[in-house]
């Protein structure tokens, strides 16, 4: 079965610190697809990135960075040089075809990040 | 381009009543699951609709259900209200028809049981 795990369910950085958050994935499948989305405190879930199993390469966005090791089953976030407007829940979430015929999104439990000015 | 919204935004029942949440996606996307968020059990997925037939469901009793129209509107139906069913009611939809695109949801309901 799919599963995520994001072991960090709270971090507090100072403004301007990197920060990294944590996620492992477990699945059978051999093409599936990883994501991170972004909660904020008004609620709704703000797609950030996309990842497929056959692209190892790690991506760039800004201040953002994925790390993606197939070896080590991680998909990790982070984030240089934090910002206030950073604080928000932070969700790595798993798909693939286990489920015939649809698909099923997996999510992981989320990680709070806190950024204090 | 309109993104997911969401109806109503909060509702407030007592337990044994029913409640039935709505869910817009946007335009062009055929694909909208639907999602419970409480803060014990987190992001759990409920079903998805697609083309107005069901294609996926997760973990859920029967009080639990929903539909989707010709128009990829979605409805989300909870019977028999209990207590634990307060939570965050979240809608997606997707383009394409693969786990692969991204989700975008919608701002939520916010369903409170007393």
């Known amino acids: 079965a799919q599963k995520v795990t994001q072991a960090q369910t709270e971090i507090s950085v100072v403004e301007k610190e990197d920060v990294t958050l944590d996620c492992v994935y477990e699945t059978r499948d051999t093409t599936y697809y990883l994501f991170w989305y972004k909660q904020p405190p008004s609620g709704e879930l703000v797609f950030l990135i996309r990842r497929n199993s056959f692209d190892e390469q790690n991506e760039i966005s800004g201040r953002y960075s994925w790390n993606f090791q197939k070896s080590t089953s991680s998909f990790n976030f982070t984030i240089t040089a934090s910002q206030v407007v950073d604080s928000a829940v932070y969700f790595c979430a798993l798909s693939g075809p286990e489920y015939t015929g649809g698909f099923k999104t997996i999510f992981g439990a989320g990680t709070r990040l806190f950024v204090k000015a | 381009k309109a993104g997911v919204t969401q109806t109503p935004r909060y509702l407030i029942k007592t337990r044994g009543q029913q409640v039935t949440l709505s869910c817009s996606p946007i335009s062009g996307h055929r694909s909208v699951s639907w999602y419970q968020q409480t803060p014990g059990q987190g992001l759990q997925f409920l079903f998805e609709?697609?083309?107005?037939?069901?294609?996926n469901k997760g973990n859920f009793p029967g009080r639990f259900s929903g539909r989707q129209f010709s128009n990829s509107r979605s409805e989300m139906n909870v019977s028999t209200l209990e207590l634990g069913d307060s939570a965050l009611y979240l809608c997606a939809s997707m383009a394409g028809t693969l786990g692969a695109n991204e989700q975008f949801f919608g701002p939520g309901t916010r369903l409170t049981v007393l």
């Open positions: 609709y697609f083309s107005e037939t069901q294609r």
